[in-house]
């Protein structure tokens, strides 16, 4: 199966500054990721669609100014947390579409954030 | 509206059987997924169908029916280990995948 990383694991910080999180496909290409949040005893909740060489397509109630996505390659999307807020603490998993397995997503390990 | 629903949570003994079920009203169908999810981690991928019928993969075998909207994933030979949630997801038109609320297993000795 195809493999997707994610970095940092976990990540610490403080209220107002801003955070990146990497997801990488590592062994094929996607033209789309997704990013999604987490929390705790919840389903996952899909915040934005990122989509190679173009504008993510954010859900409703996500705030793009807030959540910054870059997919610059075929291989690799950022999620940066700005200004970050206690609320903002919660689980982060990306997935990549990989065509040449049906469209399947594939799951990075997740990103724990604590706002403190 | 896209809809997938799943219970939110099934109880069953080890050793035994258990069938968890989803129903779906999605804008299109590309297929469907069974994904388990750990406490803590990201979910994995179990199973995928596409088209009627059973698929079968070791203690674990997903069924669906396209026109009744309907799939279960089910888990033989329960083991402690197999206490996770278990989510279903479906494939809409546009190829976005649409979540269950996801279902969480409690296995007991």
């Known amino acids: 199966g195809a493999v997707v990383s994610q970095h940092p694991s976990w990540v610490i910080c403080k209220s107002g500054t801003s955070v990146k999180i990497e997801c990488r496909s590592l062994?094929?290409?996607?033209?789309?990721m997704f990013w999604y949040r987490q929390f705790p005893k919840q389903s996952l909740m899909l915040m934005a669609t990122?989509?190679?060489?173009?504008?993510?397509?954010?859900e409703q109630g996500v705030e793009k100014d807030k959540f910054l996505i870059n997919h610059a390659s075929l291989t690799l999307s950022t999620l940066t947390v700005t200004s970050a807020h206690p609320e903002d603490s919660s689980f982060y998993i990306c997935s990549a579409k990989s065509e040449r397995d049906f469209n399947e997503q594939f799951f990075g390990p997740g990103t724990r954030l604590t706002v403190l | 509206g896209q809809n997938i629903d799943q219970p939110t949570e099934m109880t069953a003994t080890e050793g035994a059987i258990v069938q968890i079920n989803c129903t779906y009203q999605t804008s299109g169908f590309n297929g469907l997924f069974w994904y388990q999810q750990h406490a803590g981690e990201a979910p994995t991928f179990l199973s995928y169908n596409v088209l009627d019928g059973l698929e079968e993969k070791g203690r674990f075998s997903s069924f669906l029916s396209r026109s009744k909207g309907y799939s279960y994933l089910l888990l033989k030979e329960l083991q402690m280990k197999d206490s996770a949630s278990y989510l279903c997801?479906?494939?809409?038109?546009?190829?976005?995948?649409?979540w269950g609320a996801g279902t969480k297993l409690i296995i007991k000795p």
């Open positions: 990122s989509n190679e060489g173009s504008k993510a397509t954010y």
């Open positions: 997801a479906v494939m809409d038109s546009n190829y976005q995948l649409i």
């Open positions: 062994d094929f290409q996607a033209t789309t």
